[in-house]
Nanobody, 116 residues
Framework: QVQLVESGGGLVQPGGSLRLSCSVSGSIFGWSLMGWYRQAPGNERELVAFITAGGITNYADSVKGRFTISRDNVKNTLYLQMNSLKPEDTAVYYC??????????WGQGTQVTVSS
């Protein structure tokens, strides 16, 4: 059974930084994409960034130049480094993995609040 557990969220002032982690357990053989999504109150869940099995990354326009997605294959962990945070980045952040022929798996989410 694949399980994803996010951590690293919290309260930060505008302009500050946070690093989110997503620990992945279970077999993810055949995975094609890992990503970070977020959902603010009243909004739909949106893609923040993803990384493919081949190492290609992509970002939402709203976070380009501020966020960096990476993964550690040894630790089976996905990261999202978030710099220059803005109040509009406030949301619950979720990590996800897409596995070929098995579908998408999600974590439970971690709250990020950017406020002074």
């Amino acid at each position: 059974q694949v399980q994803l557990v996010e951590s690293g969220g919290g309260l930060v002032q505008p302009g500050g930084s946070l690093r989110l982690s997503c620990s992945v357990s279970g077999s993810i053989f055949g995975w094609s994409l890992m990503g970070w999504y977020r959902q603010a109150p009243g909004n739909e869940r949106e893609l923040v960034a993803f990384i493919t099995a081949g190492g290609i990354t992509n970002y939402a326009d709203s976070v380009k130049g501020r966020f960096t997605i990476s993964r550690d294959n040894v630790k089976n962990t996905l990261y999202l480094q978030m710099n220059s945070l803005k109040p509009e980045d406030t949301a619950v952040y979720y990590c996800s993995v897409r596995i070929i022929n098995r579908g998408n798996y999600w974590g439970q989410g971690t709250q990020v609040t950017v406020s002074s």
